[in-house]
């Protein structure tokens, strides 16, 4: 199975890349690709407004392929987590990542597997899920006030470190939360980006930040995402009889605990349920909240779409949504907003929460991150892209030691 899903990530990635030559010629590609690379990566910024639609897809899918060869070269088993780490590739391709600021982290993992004897293969997927912290090799690299012969070999040594870092910090934050956060390496690279950023502005640099979105592209990428959701469903359905039937099963687990649907069901039926995730998500997003589908955006509903093989299907992400549309009706802020579309999107990864505990605290969870989420990104001054993923953690390990308190019982 996972040589077969490895083709169909690897056959994704390459119809991206020819897409991207369709949308542009090769001369705007390499302008866009440049202006990606050395833009800024903070949160927030578009790469589809900074190199345009073409580059920031090429950007994408050439980090979703490189992912999806690093998982095969490495023998490691795909499993719903890898599948998830490509998608996220793909995803922060469109804002934060580029072909530049990842690639230290990824030989700081390697480097780690290597001093720790052993395969690359049982860590690659938290070291590929670690490039979250790419933008900081971008940050010291170009915007400091360094000469680029000392600031550039300073970055990437910074990479290398996250990367070796990442995989023993991740593995010791999981029972902070207890396995209620589905993004347990944004949870560990807030905290691995706080300790960073500290040391960082001790030296006097402070990180400028940012809210660099596109507009106007809405009903583009409505049709390229119904699109892609839609072969999703046609291949699933016309290889696997019984995909829509194991679906339906697949629909009332938790979430929590044993949550890798993909290799409880398989990759059609995760198919099916990446595609009707994707669905709702962009339901969400156009209809629900009013918003543009931006390069963030777009990666939001990817993300969800990723994670469909770990943890999420369209029950227990609706009281998420629910809880940031109730935040929207009684804060000071309205749901269309960049970063609350993010905290609906990423705060998905509270789905084991409406899961396990049921309807009703995945809403309480998702109401107070949609404030969290909105204040967490200080500490790592924007650098760590998964900060949903830390603020759930936040939020995680204080709600779920209180229902444990009180006997709330399990659905």
């Given at each position: 199975?996972t ?16 897409i991207?030559f369709?949308?542009d010629s ?9 202006a990606?690379?050395?833009e ?12 345009g639609?073409?580059?920031a ?5 050439i ?25 996220l ?11 530049y ?9 390697y ?6 004897h ?6 690659v997927h938290?070291v590929?899920?670690a490039?979250?912290f790419?933008?900081i090799?971008t ?9 680029p ?5 300073l ?9 070796f ?10 029972d902070?939360?207890?396995?209620f ?6 949870f ?6 706080t ?6 502005k ?15 592209n ?7 995402l119904s ?8 291949v699933?359905?016309?290889r696997?009889?019984?995909?829509w039937?194991?679906y ?7 979430g ?5 649907f993909?290799?409880k ?7 099916i349920?990446?595609a ?20 963030p955006?777009?990666?939001?509903i990817l993300?969800?779409?990723g ?25 000071s ?5 960049p ?5 609906a999107l990423?705060g ?6 409406s ?8 809403i309480?969870?998702?109401f107070i ?11 790592h001054a924007g650098?760590?892209?998964?900060n ?5 953690g936040?939020?995680?390990a204080?709600?779920v030691?209180l229902?444990?308190a ?5 659905k």
């Amino acid at each position: 199975m996972t040589n077969k899903t490895n083709r169909l990530l690897i056959i994704f990635s390459c119809s991206m890349i020819g897409i991207s030559f369709l949308l542009d010629s090769s001369q705007s590609l390499y302008h866009g690709m440049k202006a990606i690379i050395f833009e800024s990566s903070i949160l927030i910024t578009d790469y589809i407004e900074v190199g345009g639609i073409g580059a920031a897809i090429l950007n994408a899918s050439i980090l979703s392929l490189i992912a999806s060869i690093l998982i095969q070269k490495s023998d490691a088993e795909m499993s719903g987590t890898g599948l998830g780490a490509v998608f996220l590739m793909f995803s922060f391709g469109l804002f934060g990542k580029d072909v530049y600021n990842i690639i230290s982290i990824l030989i700081g993992g390697y480097l780690f597997s290597r001093v720790k004897h052993i395969s690359f293969g049982k860590v690659v997927h938290i070291v590929l899920l670690a490039t979250s912290f790419a933008p900081i090799v971008t940050e010291i690299s170009f915007f400091t006030t360094l000469p680029p012969i000392i600031a550039i070999p300073l970055a990437n040594f910074t990479g290398i470190l996250v990367g070796f870092f990442i995989v023993p910090v991740a593995n010791h934050l999981y029972d902070t939360h207890k396995g209620f956060n589905l993004y347990n390496v944004g949870f560990a690279i807030g905290i691995l980006g706080t300790l960073f950023v500290s040391i960082m502005k001790s030296y006097g640099h402070i990180p400028k930040s940012r809210v660099l979105v596109s507009s106007g592209n809405n009903l583009f990428f409505t049709i390229f995402l119904s699109a892609l959701f839609l072969v999703m469903l046609i291949v699933a359905t016309t290889r696997d009889k019984d995909a829509w039937k194991k679906y339906r099963k697949l629909i009332h687990e938790t979430g929590y605990e044993d949550n890798d649907f993909y290799l409880k069901y398989g990759i059609y039926t995760v198919l099916i349920n990446m595609a009707i995730n994707g669905f709702v998500s962009l339901f969400y997003v156009l209809i629900v909240a009013r918003g543009d589908l931006t390069g963030p955006s777009i990666g939001g509903i990817l993300t969800v779409v990723g994670f469909s093989g770990k943890g999420k299907h369209f029950r227990n992400i609706i009281p998420i949504y629910i809880g940031v549309v109730l935040g929207g009706m009684t804060k000071s802020w309205t749901i269309d907003q960049p970063a609350l579309l993010f905290a609906a999107l990423f705060g998905t990864a509270l789905a084991p929460i409406s899961g396990y505990y049921g309807f009703f605290w995945g809403i309480v969870a998702s109401f107070i991150n949609s404030s969290v989420a909105l204040n967490s990104g200080q500490l790592h001054a924007g650098l760590n892209l998964y900060n949903t993923g830390f603020s759930v953690g936040i939020v995680a390990a204080v709600l779920v030691p209180l229902l444990e308190a009180f006997n709330v019982k399990h659905k």
